[in-house]
């Protein structure tokens, strides 16, 4: 359970981790350096990029070792052609893109957006004027889902 939300310039996620009745605390957001990935050949020129997902945690550590590796499409993990897919969402200065069930980029062209349990949430205190920090901690405020505490970056 979870929520991610971006409003342009910075992109935050809540830090619930839920296991049958425990909560406890885990990331779900990582800074990745240009240095850190592997490029395929032919392929664009990496950028510093911000990584999230929503969705399963052991999904979303999955889908960052795929990114981290290179996209290749014929690594895409197995687990999301599953009914228990994740969303992997990737941010940098130029805006965001997110993967779902395939390892097809899907850009948002939307002036903010937020993913997962308490997303609904976020998209009102954004539309409200709250940034994507303050948008996570409303969640986290209202949603049984999310919560844990706040962490964001900023991409500008």
Known sequence: MSVV?????????????????????????????????????????????VLAWVGEQGGGLALLDWYKSGCNPADWPAAQRTADWTRLLVADKDGVVFYEREPRAQKVEEPFMAWGSGRDFAMGAMAMGADARQAVEVASRFSTNCGGGVDWYDLQ
Not at 16 to 27: F, G, H, I, N, Q
Not at 34 to 42: C, H, N, P, T, V
């Open 5 to 49: 939300a971006w409003d342009g310039k910075i992109i935050a996620a809540d830090k619930l981790c839920v296991s049958a009745d425990m909560r406890s605390t885990t990331t779900k957001i990582v800074r990745l350096p240009r240095e850190s990935q592997k490029q395929l050949a032919g392929g664009p020129d990496l950028k510093e990029v």
